[in-house]
Structures are given as C-alpha cells and as structure tokens.
C-alpha cells in the first residue's frame, strides 16, 4: 500500500497479530506499507490505508467472528516521513520503531518493543520486553511484565511497572518509578523518586539532583 504524505501528520496503525516494524526515512514524501499476510482456509483479510485530513489511518487485521484453529498474522513493514508522528493500536507481535523524530504513542497487548529515537513517547505495553532509546523529549512508560531498558532519554520520564528487571541510564531529566517487583538500576538522571518498589534489587549512581524513595 502506498499513499501521499505531504499533507498527513500523523500515522494511525491498527494492527492485530504479526510483527511491526517502523522505519522513518528523511525526505520521504509517501507513506509505503509492505504486509506479509499469512492466513489458513478461507479467511477475510481487513487491509486498508485511507487518509482523512492530516491523518492517515493503517488497518491490519482479520474477521474477529471467526475462530481460528491456527491464529493468522499480518507482518507490516512500513516506512514513513521521519517527522510524521505515530499512535499505534497493537495487538501481539514484535515492534520496531526508528528513525521517527516525531511524537510516538504505543498502545502494545504483547511482544516485544523496540524504539530508537522519537520526540515525547506515551507507551502502553502489557507484557514483552522494552527497549528504548536515543529519544529527545519526555517519556511515559506503563509495562505489564517485562524487562526494561532505557538509554539516552531527552526528558523527564515516568515509568509505572508491574514486574521485571528495569534499567535506565543518560537520561536529561527527573525520573518517577512505581514498580512491582524485579531489579532497579538508575545512574546518570537530574533526579530520582521511587515512589514504590516491591521486591528486587536497587542500584543507583550519579543522580545530578534529588533522590526520594519509599
């Protein structure tokens, strides 16, 4: 699928099973999607790409009225202007995310998520690993289960975990942890609150400014 980017700011992605991956491209001015469908019997693909106003919106998944004895999936490819903001709608299956400059929301059921790069990130993640980094604005994590892991964040950042290992490191601003249970390592941020941690480890290393903990 392909569609003309000029006058879009925002790509809306709303995907079911299969393997996401993201490539933002400077200086490109169409928006291009290659889907691997893989499908069993006689199945009805939903797959469509419609732009209203600024937005393009990406559709990609199947007819949910069906039970399926083998579970079909949709892997996307898809590349788009490097400043052209993303809200994705997901439901299992990997992500990656790079080369986006832009303001970057995640909605993620499962699998894991992979971005490099992005202004403000909003992330919804309910179980799979997180790894993020090199992003220039703040960051919003909300993770079911999972470990984590952020390098390079531009901004404040907040994460509210619920269980795995956690590690975060350069990150340009204060950082607010609410976590479950697993390991804390923190060094390298303008400020540290734990406002909660259940059980695990806790290392922390070079906090340029205030540090609570409960």
Avoid: C
Avoid at 78 to 89: A, E, G, T, Y
Avoid at 92 to 117: L, P, T
Avoid at 195 to 208: A, H, K, P, R, Y
Wanted: aromatic share 2%.
């Amino acid at each position: 699928l392909q569609i003309d980017a000029n006058q879009i700011g925002t790509l809306v992605a709303e995907t079911a099973a299969g393997d996401l991956n993201i490539q933002g491209v400077d200086g490109l001015t169409q928006i291009m999607v290659t889907a691997d469908i893989y499908t069993y019997g006689d199945i009805d693909t939903n797959l469509s790409l419609k732009q209203n106003g600024s937005t393009a919106t990406l559709v990609a998944d199947f007819d949910s009225s069906i039970n399926f004895k083998r579970s079909p999936y949709i892997d996307l490819t898809i590349q788009v202007p490097s400043s052209m903001m993303l809200d994705i709608d997901d439901g299992s299956g990997d992500i990656e995310i790079k080369g986006v400059a832009a303001n970057i929301k995640v909605d993620d059921g499962s699998g894991d998520v992979w971005i490099k790069g992005g202004n403000n990130l909003d992330i919804q993640d309910g179980s799979g690993s997180v790894d993020i980094s090199n992003t220039t604005g703040k960051l919003t994590l909300e993770d079911g289960s999972g470990s984590i892991s952020l390098q390079g964040i531009g901004g404040d950042t907040h994460i509210d975990d619920g269980s795995g290992d956690l590690s975060v490191a350069n990150v340009n601003g204060t950082v607010v942890i609410d976590d479950g249970s697993g390991d804390i390592d923190v060094e390298n941020t303008l400020g540290l609150s734990i406002i909660e941690s259940g059980s695990g480890d806790l290392s922390v290393d070079n906090i340029n400014g205030s540090v609570s903990m409960h």
